[in-house]
RNA sequence: GGGCCGUUAGCUCAAUUGGCAGAGCAAUUGACUCUUAAUCAAUAGGUUCGGGGUUCGAUUCCCUGACGGCCCA
């Protein structure tokens, strides 16, 4: 990239000799033009004669996509954010010098354009040009037009041109807000308080990752950008809101791949006076009502399967599925070396010191999860891997928990809330105590959280949901840097000669 | 972190056994008053991702690095 192409160079000199004649490359606004969709869904329908007799003119903008130049007349597309349509110039109506400039106009320029509407000889809506001006000017090819831009690399580093040359992707991120809006709404219209809770804080907590650390000069200090705002969310129910949720982006300092970017966003929300049960209606409800939305309907196909969103959805506990789905006999769920040896087997060798727990959710990430395509809540998870949650009454061993799984991929995770401060303080000891280095777990307890619960957290229930995620499931996308406008990759440093 | 694959003109892609690096689109010039992947004629455009090696000769084979993709951890 240190040397200009050939095809740039002779842009920057057409543009300047276009400036040098007297047109302006760059101008600072246009009479306001009109949407061109909203010109073609009134105007689309009408014949001929019709459009002849309309008495108007119309007043478009948009980027040049494609141009057919002829002697004395020319066509060229144009592409606005809401459609496109096609433009004719022609020198007898346009006059000899302004159409002499319309030609010098590039693919790739923005233009603005007035004019009549007429139907061409093969019918297509058309704008005949009476006047037209340079809006912008683009220094830069446009890939090509049959196949667009295509190399992946380039898509993401370029998110601009895939945003000009592909559709599809326009109508992804389009999507993608709709569902946003639409979480947004659902949990204001249910009477949740909206937050926004530290993205920097001094202990990390609610989750198990590494996070990114950075540094406080003023205060000299290491903070944490946040791998989840639980600890900050809980702490509003112990003030006394008692419907939070917040949506924004967590960070965490761990691998890339289809299905993790450093930063993804996250909607947690919490309900006093809940349980785990009542949240697991919440989200088939929720998830149902955003595909009927963006999709029409609640089958809806994922990557060429069958997904069937439509309540109430498979219920299963992590225990019952080592079994039905992993295929692991029963009386081999509390053999650790039974356990471990399977482990080895299928390559994810354990160490021996992890708590029984770590053991089944391992197996599960291997066994089971790749299997639950369709939507399956996973129930019961055992407390030693479940810090934050609260002990089922029956059995204090698991955990009035639940996980949501679709295409075999974890969507959500849920739980009664622990508002005991005592157990709180001992897991939160011990899990420090056992931390050794590793460095998912955070290395001090966060003494302040205990002690908001022991001001005292109703009894609540909360839960996260990865919306990436979800925004994948519902346009079909494989890979979450398609839902992510600028997903992160390693730098390319460009040098530009000026 | 490991394995496999990829990187050639602005874009999309070719290149036989290791033998002059090519096409289409885009660009430039010319012709053309209803095209739509317009057409026709001509022209220009390359550090074949970087570095090293083998060879008379490397886009091609070997080593190494960069970036990306997919799979695994």
Redesign the pocket.
Known sequence: M??E????K??RK?AQEMEEAGIELYPNAVPAPAPISSIVDEYGGLDAEALEGLDRQFRVAGRIM????????S?C?IQDESGSI?L?A???TLGQDSYKVFK?Y??GDIIWAEGTL?R?????L?LMVREARLVTKSL???????????????R?RHRYIDLVMNREVRDTFRMRSRIVQLLRQYFSSEGFLEVETPMMQPIVGGATARPFVTHHNALDIDLFLRIAPELYLKRLLVGGFEKVFELNRNFRNE????QHNPEFTMLEFYEAYATYEDLMERTENLFAMIARDVRGTTAITYQGAEINLEPPWKRMTLEESLTAVGNIPANELKDRDALSQRLKD???PVTGDEPLGKYWTKLFD?LVE?NLVQPTFITHYPTDVSPLARRNAENPEVTDRFELFITGREIANAFSELNDPRDQARRFEEQVANRGDDDEIPPEVDWDYINALEVGMPPAAGEGIGVDRLVMLLTDS??I?DVILF?Q????HIRRER
Do not use: C, W
């Open positions: 240190s040397k192409s050939q095809v740039i002779q842009r057409k494609a141009m057919r130049k002829f002697g004395k007349v066509f597309h096609q004719y022609a020198r007898d010098k590039d693919i007429f061409t000889r093969t019918n297509e058309t830069q090819p446009l890939p090509e037009k049959y196949h667009g831009l295509t190399d992946k690399e380039l993401y691998g890339i791949s289809i299928a390559g994810a291997l790749p494989p890979s840097r997903p990759l390693r730098p390319e």
